[in-house]
């Protein structure tokens, strides 16, 4: 079974840009959640989708943003990049959200904005 | 509100000794679930073990054990017989039953020498 995959891995943007991130779940898996690490800020929950709806959100301005598709595929959008985005972009998912159900973390999209 | 707390930014350890990694945790969920993740500098996450507030009994998984103290509110990672590749950055993590959000703990960073 494969796992959880994102793309890019690494991505290098300039201020003001916009990025889309991409992360595909284990097959079978309904529930997608992405985190933000940074050294400075640690990991931070950016939002939760589950059957194609934003479940949860973490504390992030409007800038981010993030859609679930049937397949359960899911990206993550930046507009108006900043210097301080630059981090380390998880993608996690699950089967069915929810209870005990371990996440299983992608590798992650590393964000650099110059 | 949810937090962890870890408070060993760094530890040693001798190979084939014992680590004790701690986490402390703050929820006012009544169901919970608590989680330890390895990040090696590669930067995936790996799961390692899951404790579930109900769970009579500490979680094990080879090696890795918890000490689930609910009272205490600590969930301490035990990690039996190091060995070179158990350097890395661990992680504590906290979810609600109802949710896929982890809280993180800031890590703790472990090295094992020979």
């Known amino acids: 079974k494969a796992g959880v995959t994102q793309t890019p891995r690494y991505l290098i943007k300039t201020r003001g840009q916009q990025v889309t991130l991409s992360c595909s779940p284990i097959?079978?898996?309904?529930?997608v959640s992405w985190y933000q690490q940074t050294p400075g800020q640690g990991l931070q929950f950016l939002f939760e989708?589950?059957?194609?709806?934003?479940?949860n959100k973490g504390n992030f301005p409007g800038r981010f943003s993030g859609r679930q598709f049937s397949n359960s595929r899911s990206e993550m959008n930046v507009s108006t990049l900043e210097l301080g985005d630059s981090a380390l972009y998880l993608c996690?998912?699950?089967?069915?959200?929810?209870?005990?159900?371990?996440?299983?973390f992608g590798p992650g999209t590393r964000l650099t904005v110059l | 509100a949810q937090k962890i707390t870890q408070t060993q930014p760094g530890m040693f350890v001798q190979e084939k000794e014992a680590v004790t990694l701690d986490c402390t945790y703050d929820t006012s969920d009544p169901s919970y679930g608590l989680f330890w993740y390895k990040q090696p500098s590669s930067g995936e996450m790996i799961f390692l073990i899951y404790?579930?507030?109900?769970?009579?009994q500490n979680a094990t998984e080879g090696r890795y054990s918890l000490n689930f103290q609910k009272a205490r509110k600590s969930a301490n990672l035990v990690i039996s017989a190091s060995q070179l590749g158990d350097s890395a950055m661990y992680f504590c993590?906290?979810?609600?039953?109802?949710?896929?959000?982890?809280?993180f703990g800031t890590g703790t960073r472990l090295q094992v020498f020979p």
């Open positions: 097959s079978g898996h309904r529930s």
């Open positions: 996690a998912s699950s089967y069915t959200g929810g209870r005990n159900n371990e996440q299983f």
């Open positions: 404790q579930g507030s109900y769970d009579q």
């Open positions: 989708y589950f059957s194609e709806t934003q479940r």
């Open positions: 993590a906290i979810r609600s039953y109802n949710t896929d959000k982890l809280i």
